[in-house]
């Protein structure tokens, strides 16, 4: 059993900031590619409105194909329940919904207001098969590009009510624009946990957009956060956050816990390529080029023939 969990991000919130259409069967072969590195848990995709998020449009081919390889545990992100019903009928059994702290942003986001998500959220949670597994995201947690700075008892008003609607769910704190600072994420999570200490699991979604990402990490491991959020390659963003650029590297994020000695389970070197890769998609927005890995000049050099190579190896294995 891994010291901490790992959740891959890149292949919903890293691709859906790309603007060129990404084939599917190179999405597919990307994903097949990070389970073989060591990734055991992965947010695949987003069932949203085509026309809302085109680059998500494959949603259901990419499930579906997941869950046949049955390699890895596969998280879907949905934006409501009526999307959340479209999910779980494809197959899905683990949904993550997010709800923004700050009204700007959530209406900015979904087009509603915070009590509105809540409500929708609620009515997901009603239609929920037995046994399927849900994570609550809060948005804006820690700062809003639109009012600031996040009160913490903003959050935890929100929290509270999400854990009466279902008590289960992990819990995920977003810096979604990667303004949070490593005393503010403790105080935080330190904050929560002591408030709702039956909550089975926390997790940490961070951004690097101004290079806080891996020390906001560490500073909510030391809260005794264990499941961590980061996107190979830097990949994403916030389509609905100004300014906001991408996830935490996976590769960053696996460096940091081998230098402390905490296991992932995630092979780093295997990473160095596929970070590569994707990061020379047509429009990849990422964060940084990733440290860790070596020969990153080389590994660019090389990234449209790993491409290539994902793609035969993935169906080769099929």
């Known amino acids: ?26 999405k597919i072969a990307v994903i097949r590619e990070l389970a073989a590195a060591g990734v055991k848990r992965m947010e695949i ?19 579906a194909d997941v869950l046949a390889q049955g390699r890895v545990v596969p998280q879907v992100l949905v934006p409501n329940a009526r999307y959340g019903q479209k999910a779980i009928t494809a197959g899905a059994r683990f ?27 609620a009515r997901l949670v009603a239609q929920a098969p037995d046994g399927l597994r849900m994570r609550f995201n809060l948005a ?28 289960d769910a992990e819990i995920c704190l977003c810096d979604t624009t990667g303004r949070g600072e490593p005393a503010q994420v403790a105080e935080l999570f330190e904050a929560a946990m002591a408030r709702f200490p039956a909550v089975s699991a926390w997790a940490m979604h961070a951004h690097d957009t101004y290079g806080h990402g891996t020390a906001n990490v560490r500073a909510s491991y030391d809260q005794g956060v264990r499941v961590f959020d980061s996107a190979i390659g830097g990949l994403g963003g916030c389509p609905y956050a100004p300014g906001a650029s991408g996830n935490v590297a996976t590769e960053d994020l696996v460096s940091l816990f081998q230098d402390y000695g905490v296991e992932t389970g995630v092979d780093l070197v295997a990473l160095a390529p596929i970070a590569a890769a994707v990061q020379a998609l047509p429009g990849a927005n990422c964060s940084r080029n990733g440290i860790g890995v070596e020969d990153g000049d080389k590994n660019k050099a090389e990234s449209k023939l790993k491409i290539d190579s994902m793609l035969t190896t993935a169906y080769e294995s099929s």
């Open 1 to 26: 059993m891994t010291a901490v969990q790992i959740v891959e991000v890149g292949p919903r919130d890293g691709f859906q900031n790309i603007g060129p259409f990404i084939p599917t069967e190179t």
């Open 45 to 63: 995709t987003s069932f949203v409105s085509p026309r809302a998020i085109p680059q998500l449009a494959d949603a259901g081919e990419v499930l």
């Open 140 to 167: 804006t947690a820690f700062h809003c590009p639109f009012e600031g700075v996040t009160p913490a008892s903003a959050v935890l008003a929100i929290l509270g009510r999400a854990l009466e609607i279902c008590p």
């Open 95 to 121: 949904l993550s919904y997010v709800i923004s702290v700050s009204e700007s942003h959530s209406r900015s986001n979904v087009r509603a207001t915070p009590d509105e998500a809540l409500a929708d959220y």
